[in-house]
């Protein structure tokens, strides 16, 4: 501040000296009467200052400092007689650095102000500011003396209190007021410190929070703001205010921190009912986000919470992700929740379509984890057994798969088992054989599904008995044939797909296409593909094997094998057997014949006259009766030799 010393315009000259006739300056005026404990008047004469100096259009800037340095010398002269109200407004209109004040209330500023850190304040003013080093100390000097002493003392003690509430009424009053003057004055926050608003925002933020001005704390959060977080963090926990903990973290950019309020709030640790769904907030703001590194971090955890929405989240643009992060990330997944981990690994086998032994072997033992538990529940083991009971007496044509699919209530266990068996047949990569020793104890329960490990491990009379004899499903063995060794067909797994929604382990059936064209590589998964006739022949000959060791219950079978694919069998190895195991199979001599002519080379024609006409083939001739007894066994007897004849011509050039 510049002198204040005042001008003098009377001289009076003496016989030994000039005299000047000086007036007196205002800081000596309120000086003075101050020191007389006038503290009205000094207000008064302070006021009046104030206006003659607002009414300038020049504001004189030795005026301003003079009218700075009374209001502050009074406002600290109520504060010290612990007038609150009226020592705010005194050092509010000195324009006092907030920071001279905030230093009264440790309890607020804790680590604000730094050894280091220096406050402008007029010299006059400092020397004369309460000694004390607390607004507590300031309180208790001042209470009354009352019996037994001003500490405990119950008129004492309340007396503290509302006079603890008057100074901390004033200290917001004043921060606000200062903050509004400051987005006029200084709206980018340039012209003072940092430091002074840091601490202006900080305090003002703990204020509202003990003062319970929620509204209030919301509308500063959401305003430009210096607040230090660590000094307002701990005062919003201890309130349990955690939904305006939130707003200041989303403003600031403290993703980690957010997450982990939201963690908190949906996990039941802490409750805000202000913040409603804090585990939806988790998943959008990590969707919209997309930061890989906090959503694997968060992901995982998620897992617990809601798995399904967890997977969806870790799985999304996890297109070129590195093997090693998968497997990491799987094993993480499967500590926090192991049916999450289920999931996942769905995610990569089914739809990232991994080339993983390992993956696969992983999900096949889960599925058959899941599979036998389904089999010990007794209702379900009960269900299962009614079903192939049924089936069996039911002499349909339908697979007992579809059967199965389609007369079996809904339920988790019925998609268990549909998922495990798309995948039991689809999959090549997984260790059949361990999966085959667990399946052996429920032959009669789980047919179906060890006959597919019984063909991937090349047991093809077995799985061909078990589908014949155990699950009396003769549409599957004859697929079986006809697949080379497989018992559920691509369609029959595309049509379960769209009705249960397994569209995804229906598509391990067909190859993965890249880039609009299927790998070249070998096919790590199941293909469409052809199969030799070769092949056909011998699947074809060990299902009628089959069929023929089951004697004269599967004769009706048989005769429509032979009818059905009697191109792919040996006439020769095949008619001896037939006619010994079935001799009173009618039908089997009319058969034999039109599979050797039908499949007799174009230049090999066989007479007319040994073209059968009993059934099922038509005689040439409308009205012709079929001869019964000796004639027509004597002409079964004839076609057969012929057959025979016929059949070594054609191998041998006769």
């Known amino acids: 501040m510049k002198s204040s010393t005042s001008r003098s315009n009377v001289l009076v000259l003496g016989s030994n000296a000039v005299y000047s006739l000086l007036p007196s300056t205002l800081i000596a005026q309120v000086e003075a009467l101050l020191d007389a404990h006038r503290i009205e008047d000094a207000v008064d004469m302070a006021d009046q200052q104030r206006r003659k100096v607002e009414a300038q259009l020049t504001v004189d800037e030795e005026e301003a400092d003079e009218l700075r340095y009374v209001y502050q010398r009074i406002g600290f002269q109520c504060f010290a007689e612990t007038l609150f109200d009226d020592a705010g407004r005194h050092l509010f209109h000195g324009e006092l650095d907030p920071r001279a004040l905030i230093s009264y209330y440790p309890e607020y500023y804790d680590s604000l102000f730094h050894l280091d ?13 309460p000694t004390e080093e607390s607004i507590d100390d300031i309180i208790r000097n001042y209470s009354p003396h009352l019996a037994p002493n001003t500490r405990t003392a119950p008129p004492a003690v309340e007396l503290r209190a ?25 709206p980018g926050g340039t012209i003072k410190p940092k430091a002074l608003y840091q601490a202006v925002d900080t305090v003002l933020a703990r204020l509202y929070v003990e003062s319970d001005e929620k509204s209030e704390l ?27 903990l939130c707003q200041l973290y989303q403003i600031r950019g403290e993703d980690a921190k957010l997450l982990d309020v939201w963690s908190r709030l949906a996990a039941g640790e802490w409750i805000d009912p202000e913040v409603e769904d804090p585990l939806s907030n988790m998943f959008t703001f990590l969707n919209e986000k997309k930061d890989r590194a906090l959503i694997r971090q968060w992901g995982v955890w998620l897992t617990k919470q809601d798995s399904e929405r967890a997977i969806k989240l870790l799985t999304s643009g996890r297109k070129h992700n590195r093997q090693e992060d998968d497997f990491a990330l799987l094993q993480q997944i499967q500590e926090s929740n192991p049916a999450a981990a289920l999931q996942f690994l769905e995610h990569l086998v089914l739809r990232k379509r991994s080339q993983n032994a390992a993956l696969h072997v992983q999900l096949a033992t889960l599925y058959v984890d899941q599979l036998l538990s389904c089999v010990s529940d007794e209702a379900t083991s009960k269900l299962w057994r009614a079903k192939v009971s049924s089936y069996s007496s039911s002499q349909t044509n339908v697979p007992f798969l579809s059967y199965f699919a389609s007369t079996t209530p809904d339920s988790d266990s019925k998609r268990t088992r549909l998922k495990t068996i798309l995948f039991l047949q689809a ?79 229906a598509a391990l059936f067909v190859p993965p296409v890249s880039a609009g064209k299927a790998k070249s590589s070998a096919a790590f ?87 059968p006409s009993h059934p099922p083939y038509p005689s040439r001739r409308p009205n012709h009766q079929v001869h019964r007894g000796k004639r027509e066994s004597r002409r079964r007897r004839a076609d057969l030799a012929h057959i025979t004849r016929a059949r070594c011509y054609r191998r041998g050039g006769g």
């Open 427 to 505: 999959s090549e990569l997984y260790d059949v054989e361990p999966i085959r020793t667990r399946l052996q104890d429920y032959e009669k329960l789980l047919s179906l599904e060890l006959s597919i490990v019984e063909g991937k491990l090349g047991h093809d009379r077995s799985a061909l008995s078990i589908l014949v004899h155990t699950l009396h499903d003769s549409s599957s063995a004859e697929a079986y044939c006809t697949l080379g060794g497989e018992v559920v067909p691509a369609k029959t797994a595309q049509s379960l797909g769209e009705r249960f929604s397994l569209q995804s382990w």
């Open 117 to 129: 850190e220096s406050i402008d304040l007029f010299s006059g003013v400092a020397e004369r500011m």
């Open 218 to 244: 919301l509308i500063l959060i959401h305003e430009p703001n210096d607040i230090l977080m660590s000094e307002v963090e701990p005062a919003l926990v201890t309130a349990k205010w955690f939904n305006a």
């Open 525 to 611: 998964m199941k293909r469409q593909k052809s199969v030799s006739e070769e092949r056909k022949r011998e699947l074809t000959r060990i299902l009628l094997e089959v069929y023929m060791s089951g004697g004269e219950a599967m004769s009706g079978r048989t005769a429509q094998l032979l009818a059905a694919q009697g191109m792919n069998l040996d006439v020769v190895d095949v008619s001896a057997n037939s006619m010994l195991s079935f001799p009173q199979l009618n039908v089997l001599p009319g058969l034999i014949s039109h599979t050797t002519r039908m499949a007799t080379p174009s230049p090999l024609k066989l007479p007319r006259t040994f073209i």
């Open 162 to 186: 509302v006079l603890k509430m008057a100074a901390t009424d004033m200290l917001r009053s004043f921060l606000r007021k200062w903050r509004r003057k400051r987005r006029l004055d200084d």
